[in-house]
């Protein structure tokens, strides 16, 4: 065989050859990390593993070299991530404004409690009120999360206000029990 020969059938096997779609991996891999940042998994569950299961194909694609059904694959994912952007965006906000709602309500509850109870609590009752107003507090920043998009913020710190109420009313009802043991052991 002649060098000209194995020159051309060189040209040939290369030429047959896909380049590797390396800037459209990188750039479908970046924009799953941000939409994984703003929430997805939360906000879009179904969509969100439907992409995963495709980045996972696409990997498996890359490390195979084969990189034509990766840059087929790649266009598939671009319209899956937008489909999951769009999903994010909509149900994010619907979930995230579910959640802050649901703490308000959690917080004027946890507040009636702390006021019906006040005298039952006695020097505790001042620490109950400075947490109500601790979290009043917080609650109004919410908004704010809401409106500048940071949905997944809004809805961690809403279940984190819900968390802390579910902690602070279990202490008031031991508290209260307390009380009342003591107050009954009192009579006799």
Do not use: H, R, W
């Not at 047959?16 to 939360?42: I, M, R, W, Y």
């Amino acid at each position: 065989i002649s060098s000209v020969a194995i020159l051309a059938l060189g040209v040939m096997l290369f030429a047959g050859c896909a380049k590797p779609p390396t800037e459209k991996v990188t750039a479908l891999n970046d924009e799953f990390s941000k939409l994984q940042a703003a929430g997805a998994q939360v906000f879009a569950q179904a969509e969100y593993d439907a992409v995963n299961a495709q980045m996972t194909n696409l990997q498996g694609l890359m490390d195979g070299k084969k990189y034509k059904e990766a840059t087929a694959l790649c266009d598939t994912i671009t319209t899956a991530i937008e489909a999951l952007k769009a999903a994010v965006e909509t149900q994010g906000a619907e979930v995230a404004k579910a959640e802050v709602a649901g703490a308000t309500e959690e917080i004027a509850k946890f507040k009636t409690l702390v006021n019906d109870n006040a005298k039952a609590l006695g020097a505790d009752a001042k620490k109950f009120q400075d947490q109500v107003a601790a979290l009043e507090a917080q609650a109004g920043g919410l908004q704010g999360d809401i409106d500048n998009k940071n949905l997944l913020k809004a809805y961690n710190d809403a279940k984190s206000i819900k968390d802390q109420i579910a902690a602070a009313s279990s202490e008031i009802t031991t508290a209260l029990e307390a009380a009342k043991a003591a107050k009954g052991g009192k009579k006799k």
